[in-house]
């Protein structure tokens, strides 16, 4: 009898801690805008995903995090499934203290300027007090075109399109981050140094988008920030990017030199309500007319250099007019109050111009546009309210105020969109 109530204690006292060592928890969200544009009037998208983790033991943890979605616009539903972690992390004790990570999981630059996107691969980091260094490396190919956030070519987007195909296109990612800090009090170094290589076959371009190319791409990114004082912050980051277009119809080869630069400022007094001023600015490199005919590239008139700025992840500003970075330089200006403290309020007004005489990712700005650098500006308000840990719940609104010298519709554009998230 003894020896049974001791098996079952053994075996209750194994449930137990498997099971403190199991987390798990899920998420459900909802995103519905309405906009006054030709080219989108009502789009729906609603998320289910799930999360879990197991801990083998105090140094290693298996995760993973897959969901469902279902997203409505332009009158076409789409349903899709995501996986968007699975990995093993092991995080080695001691002096060195080492993590390793393998499997699919996001990555990142230090400054997420050049990318953030999830692929398959591996990690190795090393965290300190005031050093920190870490290398990621992996492959894009066998992640669902909707969970991707890389757009660099005609392709990366056409599956999403044409219903071609559920994976992405395939590219091998890496990045390396240094970050230093403790240096000079309140300042912190960041270095990346990160590329891409484009695996797209010849026959797979021919195929689906004739007239483009392949396209590899290297950056490197240097940057600082810190506090000036202890309620005015800063950061600014410096892009210097190289690369190859390789055309397969032509056998054109062109080489691709190009940069960024970003500076913001936030300010922090020490007032009621928790307010908050901020001041953005960027600018990245493009391509005059005569050199790039149009841009995805089907058009490039000068065999020799291209200079305009490309990341790897799809990186967008704006909300009712939203851009790649590439060609542009805008400024921004952002306010925000919390007058409670779940609830917080910010207003932005962002003005939008091109970097040269040239394309940008509107495809209705042509050549035949006019030559004004002005695009126009976007105002946006934004409410986020938070009742409670487990439930968010945002609501955005903007206007946009298009150039007439370059737009032929130059109506004022307008979107409002809602956010909901719960958490379990």
């Known amino acids: ?23 798990w928890g899920g998420k459900v969200e909802n995103i519905t805008q309405y906009a006054t544009m030709e080219d989108e009037t009502f789009t729906q998208a609603d998320k289910l995903s799930f999360w ?10 298996l995760y993973t995090e897959a969901g469902y979605l279902f ?17 093993l992390n092991v995080k080695e004790s001691g002096f060195m203290g080492t993590d390793y990570t393998l499997g699919r999981f996001r990555m990142k630059d230090s400054s997420r300027l050049l990318l953030n ?26 992640v669902f075109i909707d969970s991707s956030e890389i757009v660099m070519t005609p392709s990366d987007d056409y599956e999403k399109q044409d219903d071609q195909g559920f994976l992405a296109p395939p590219r091998i990612v890496q990045v390396l981050n240094l970050k230093f800090s403790g240096l000079t009090p309140g300042l912190t170094l960041l270095f990346s140094l990160a590329g891409q290589e484009d695996l797209r076959t010849e026959e797979f371009i021919e195929d689906y ?19 000036i004082r202890p309620d005015l912050f800063f950061s600014f980051s410096g892009v210097f990017q190289t690369g190859q277009y390789i055309v397969p119809e032509t056998s054109d080869n062109y080489l691709v030199l190009a940069g960024l630069g970003k500076a913001v400022v936030e300010y922090y007094p020490a007032a009621r309500y928790s307010p908050k001023a901020s001041i953005e600015l ?31 992840s799809n990186a967008t500003k704006g909300f009712v007019y939203t851009l790649q970075t590439g060609n542009v330089l805008y400024g921004d200006l952002g306010f925000s109050i919390k007058p409670l403290k779940n609830l917080q309020a910010a207003i932005h007004g ?18 035949e546009s006019g030559d004004s650098l ?3 500006e976007e105002i946006d308000l934004i409410v986020n309210w938070r009742p409670f840990s487990d439930l968010g719940l945002s609501f955005t609104t903007g206007v946009f105020l298009p150039n007439s010298d370059i737009f032929e519709d130059d109506d004022m554009r307008f979107r409002a969109g809602t956010y909901l998230s719960f958490s379990f």
């Open 117 to 142: 996107s999830i692929a398959d691969g591996f990690s190795i980091s090393y965290p300190s007090g005031q050093f920190s260094f870490s290398f990621s490396a992996g492959y894009t190919g066998l």
């Open 350 to 367: 962002t003005t939008f111009f091109r970097a040269v005489n040239g394309p940008v990712s509107d495809s209705s700005i042509t050549e």
């Open 71 to 87: 997203r409505y616009e332009n009158e076409e539903a789409i349903h899709a499934p995501e996986l968007k972690a699975f990995y």
């Open 209 to 227: 988008v004739p007239g483009t190319g392949k396209f590899h791409t290297q950056y490197a990114l240097a940057g600082l920030e810190g506090l």
């Open 52 to 61: 879990g983790k197991y801990a083998f033991s105090g140094n290693s943890l």
């Open 1 to 23: 009898m003894k020896i049974r109530i001791s098996m079952a204690m053994y075996f209750l006292t194994l449930l137990v801690s498997a099971a403190a060592q199991t987390d």
């Open 282 to 312: 960027l600018y990245a490199s493009g391509d005059s007319w005569e050199n790039r005919g149009d841009w995805v590239g089907y058009s490039i008139s000068d065999p020799g250099q291209l200079n305009r700025f490309s990341s790897i």
């Open 374 to 376: 002005y695009l126009g």
